[in-house]
Antibody
Framework: EMQLVESGGGLVQPGGSLRLSCAAS????????MSWVRQAPGKGLEWVSI????????LYADSLRGRCSISRDNSKNTLYLQINSLRAEDTATYYC????????????????WGQGTLVTVSS | DIQMTQSPSTLSASAGDRVTITCRAS??????LAWYQQKPGKAPKLLIY???NLESGVSSRFSGSGSGTEFTLTINSLQPDDFATYYC?????????FGQGTKLEIK
């Protein structure tokens, strides 16, 4: 059974840093792009970042570019998101999502999501 | 960046109704469009990809259409389990953008 389990969330002070993890199982992790999506309380989904299967390509949303870094360790089947200079508006549930390449367009949508980890930025 | 605009933001309907949600892209995304369903406290679930392709295991009451800049999600014969929030997402190129969501409520 496919599983994505996020961890690393919690209460952080403004200006602090956090590294989120997403442990994958039930599929060949190294074959798929992976992404982070966040959702502020009561708000909609916001795409954060995506990393290709081999880590050769990383892309970021404008709202977080320069403050976050996505990475993966295929030997550990784990995805990471490092976020620096945290602000109150970064408070959200952070989901990891598995990418699946659309064979016609060549781009990845997200076919499986974890349950998320809550990050709260507050003093 | 490509902007995605969904309408309506909220939709009230009754079980058995047919409803349609619209999603517009700020520029052409050909068919790089997915639809997700999200229930409170749960992760999103993929319903439709490539604008009109039904994800495996998803009820055939869900259908998608469109290309370019205008897309629709239609749900036929609403069931109680369908009342949720729906998001479109473009996945072309170097970004992934979600619409703001449509909350489907029981009338």
């Amino acid at each position: 059974e496919m599983q994505l389990v996020e961890s690393g969330g919690g209460l952080v002070q403004p200006g602090g840093s956090l590294r989120l993890s997403c442990a994958a199982s039930g599929f060949t992790f190294s074959n798929y792009a992976m992404s982070w999506v966040r959702q502020a309380p009561g708000k909609g989904l916001e795409w954060v970042s995506i990393i290709s299967d081999s880590s050769g390509t990383t892309l970021y949303a404008d709202s977080l570019r320069g403050r976050c870094s996505i990475s993966r360790d295929n030997s550990k089947n784990t995805l990471y998101l490092q976020i620096n200079s945290l602000r109150a508006e970064d408070t959200a549930t952070y989901y990891c999502a598995k990418g699946r390449v659309d064979t016609v367009t060549g781009y990845s949508h997200f076919d499986y999501w974890g349950q998320g980890t809550l990050v709260t930025v507050s003093s | 960046d490509i902007q995605m605009t969904q309408s309506p933001s909220t939709l009230s309907a009754s079980a058995g109704d047919r409803v349609t949600i619209t999603c517009r892209a700020s520029q052409s995304i050909t068919s790089c469009l997915a639809w997700y369903q999200q229930k409170p406290g749960k992760a999103p679930k993929l319903l439709i990809y490539r604008a009109s392709n039904l994800e495996s295991g998803v009820s055939s009451r869900f259908s998608g259409s469109g290309s370019g800049t205008e897309f629709t999600l239609t749900i036929n014969s609403l069931q109680p389990d369908d009342f949720a929030t729906y998001y479109c997402q473009q996945y072309c190129g170097y970004s992934r953008t979600f619409g703001q969501g449509t909350k489907l409520e029981i009338k």
